[in-house]
């Protein structure tokens, strides 16, 4: 190749023609899993679960460390990730949710560049006017990927000449944990994280929860194969995300940091150095800018969402100062008929606000037999006692230094020597309230209003 048409030496080390240098447009393609804790996979520093694909891909692109999300739950994440708005001003921020009519998502801001967009697998976002995408293809019957349906895509755009944007949502690994061989994990020698009561029930829940993470990776390798077979591979930026924490305690449906902090990691061929880490601290509302600005456009209207591409090239390495999250617990099923979170990050420490302290946090993990058997021991047992307890009954503010306590176990809260960095975070947490427009317990109790068909109802029959 003439070494004139090689890519500039960049910061993230390029070694090879970078997009920025070819007349086409690069395709788009980013996976997603369902309800997968970051921590549990190889690359992310597991030593228990078997995730070939992933951490191979990680060798290939920029894995990025501090990768957040707006609500540790699946409907409004998505719409949160294919909007590029915060949650509270889509309007999708209770679970079951949708956007308000009128909004924009990353259909409308990449069609007008000649993008084909399509979302194969779960969908769990609304309306369609909303997410109007050239091609959506549910999962097989089992929940499954349909493959073929990837690879007609993604080979009808090829012989268009046309560029695509390719979501792939997986159901992997949502409960039921019922994929996978869950034979490939012996229970005994699990590393448990230190919220979890370690009885043999958890244990062996765990060992069908990692089932599931490698059968997940087995169809992220699939895609990518596909990718590799279509002579699509060096065209395309792929990104894969581990979406929100699983449902056991402490993750999903909470703001502690396993519940919004995800896996991502990008692979853009010629431009980022294989096997990069990046401490930058991105948001799932970022992806959406990110790809209009690679891609050469602008948003059709503006976003929340601040484009990362400045990372991925190596010209800066650091993006945001903060994260932010919510929780809206009214509506999920059962769960407390309110019990609203909001929560601010950054990159060391984690606050979080409990609009109502006076209640208790409930959903169904609070009634599945596991919580029920923690419950029993907590009896008689310190660490069930204290971990059910803190599960249920939180205080009204919470502060955790993620970077020494990752799990969120010690509340500093009430340290005299933290008074400076809760003022800081929750000004900035105000702030960020006050621009989406959320009013706080006034927004929990309207989330009905944003769940079709549950305006009247307070209970639903979704595990979500």
Same mark, same amino acid.
């Given at each position: 190749?003439?070494?004139?048409?090689?890519?500039?030496?960049?910061?993230?080390?390029?070694?090879?023609?970078?997009?920025?240098?070819?007349?086409?447009?690069?395709?788009?393609?980013?996976?997603?899993?369902?309800?997968?804790?970051?921590?549990?996979?190889?690359?992310?520093?597991?030593?228990?679960?078997?995730?070939?694909?992933?951490?191979?891909?990680?060798?290939?692109?920029?894995?990025?460390?501090?990768?957040?999300?707006?609500?540790?739950?699946?409907?409004?994440?998505?719409?949160?990730?294919?909007?590029?708005?915060?949650?509270?001003?889509?309007?999708?921020?209770?679970?079951?949710?949708?956007?308000?009519?009128?909004?924009?998502?990353?259909?409308?801001?990449?069609?007008?560049?000649?993008?084909?967009?399509?979302?194969?697998?779960?969908?769990?976002?609304?309306?369609?006017?909303?997410?109007?995408?050239?091609?959506?293809?549910?999962?097989?019957?089992?929940?499954?990927?349909?493959?073929?349906?990837?690879?007609?895509?993604?080979?009808?755009?090829?012989?268009?000449?046309?560029?695509?944007?390719?979501?792939?949502?997986?159901?992997?690994?949502?409960?039921?944990?019922?994929?996978?061989?869950?034979?490939?994990?012996?229970?005994?020698?699990?590393?448990?994280?230190?919220?979890?009561?370690?009885?043999?029930?958890?244990?062996?829940?765990?060992?069908?929860?990692?089932?599931?993470?490698?059968?997940?990776?087995?169809?992220?390798?699939?895609?990518?194969?596909?990718?590799?077979?279509?002579?699509?591979?060096?065209?395309?930026?792929?990104?894969?995300?581990?979406?929100?924490?699983?449902?056991?305690?402490?993750?999903?449906?909470?703001?502690?940091?396993?519940?919004?902090?995800?896996?991502?990691?990008?692979?853009?061929?010629?431009?980022?150095?294989?096997?990069?880490?990046?401490?930058?601290?991105?948001?799932?509302?970022?992806?959406?800018?990110?790809?209009?600005?690679?891609?050469?456009?602008?948003?059709?209207?503006?976003?929340?969402?601040?484009?990362?591409?400045?990372?991925?090239?190596?010209?800066?390495?650091?993006?945001?100062?903060?994260?932010?999250?919510?929780?809206?617990?009214?509506?999920?099923?059962?769960?407390?008929?309110?019990?609203?979170?909001?929560?601010?990050?950054?990159?060391?420490?984690?606050?979080?606000?409990?609009?109502?302290?006076?209640?208790?946090?409930?959903?169904?993990? !609070?009634? $599945?037999? @596991?919580? #029920? &058997?923690?419950?029993?021991?907590?009896?008689?047992?310190?660490?069930?006692?204290?971990? /059910?307890?803190?599960?249920?009954?939180?205080?009204?503010?919470?502060?955790?230094?993620?970077?020494?306590?990752?799990?969120?176990?010690?509340?500093?809260?009430?340290?005299?020597?933290?008074?400076? !960095?809760? $003022?800081? @975070?929750? #000004? &900035?947490?105000?702030?960020?309230?006050?621009?989406?427009?959320?009013?706080?317990?006034? /927004?929990?109790?309207?989330?009905?209003?944003?769940?079709?068909?549950?305006?009247?109802?307070?209970?639903?029959?979704?595990?979500?």
């Amino acid at each position: 190749m003439n070494k004139l048409l090689l890519s500039a030496s960049v910061a993230l080390g390029a070694t090879s023609l970078s997009f920025a240098q070819q007349t086409e447009k690069p395709n788009f393609l980013l996976f997603i899993a369902d309800d997968c804790s970051h921590y549990d996979l190889g690359c992310y520093g597991s030593v228990d679960s078997k995730t070939p694909n992933i951490d191979r891909f990680a060798t290939q692109g920029v894995r990025f460390t501090q990768a957040y999300q707006a609500v540790p739950m699946s409907s409004p994440t998505r719409h949160n990730l294919y909007t590029g708005l915060w949650p509270v001003r889509s309007g999708a921020y209770p679970n079951h949710t949708c956007a308000d009519k009128g909004t924009l998502s990353v259909v409308h801001h990449l069609q007008p560049l000649g993008y084909k967009v399509a979302l194969i697998g779960k969908s769990h976002i609304a309306p369609k006017s909303v997410f109007p995408f050239d091609l959506y293809v549910p999962p097989l019957k089992g929940g499954e990927l349909n493959f073929e349906a990837i690879q007609k895509f993604i080979s009808d755009c090829k012989a268009n000449g046309e560029p695509f944007c390719l979501f792939v949502a997986s159901n992997q690994p949502h409960t039921p944990w019922n994929k996978g061989d869950a034979s490939q994990f012996n229970a005994d020698k699990l590393t448990l994280p230190p919220m979890y009561v370690d009885i043999s029930q958890t244990r062996e829940l765990l060992t069908h929860y990692l089932a599931e993470i490698n059968f997940m990776d087995q169809e992220f390798g699939n895609v990518l194969s596909i990718l590799d077979k279509e002579k699509m591979t060096d065209k395309s930026v792929v990104v894969y995300l581990s979406e929100q924490g699983n449902s056991l305690p402490f993750a999903k449906w909470t703001c502690y940091d396993a519940g919004v902090h995800s896996a991502c990691i990008v692979r853009w061929p010629g431009v980022i150095k294989p096997g990069s880490v990046s401490d930058a601290l991105v948001e799932y509302v970022d992806i959406v800018p990110t790809f209009v600005d690679i891609a050469g456009g602008k948003p059709q209207a503006k976003v929340d969402g601040e484009s990362f591409k400045p990372v991925l090239t190596g010209k800066k390495k650091e993006h945001k100062k903060y994260s932010f999250s919510l929780q809206t617990t009214r509506g999920i099923n059962a769960g407390s008929p309110y019990y609203g979170i909001r929560s601010v990050y950054d990159g060391r420490y984690r606050y979080i606000v409990n609009l109502t302290p006076e209640a208790t946090f409930k959903n169904v993990e !609070t009634n $599945s037999p @596991l919580f #029920k &058997e923690w419950e029993s021991l907590a009896e008689t047992d310190a660490h069930a006692k204290a971990m /059910t307890t803190k599960y249920q009954h939180r205080p009204a503010i919470e502060l955790y230094d993620v970077k020494n306590d990752p799990y969120c176990m010690k509340n500093l809260a009430e340290d005299a020597t933290q008074t400076a !960095t809760i $003022s800081r @975070l929750d #000004k &900035e947490l105000k702030r960020w309230m006050k621009d989406c427009g959320d009013e706080g317990q006034a /927004t929990e109790m309207r989330a009905f209003e944003h769940m079709p068909g549950k305006k009247k109802i307070s209970r639903h029959t979704s595990n979500e």
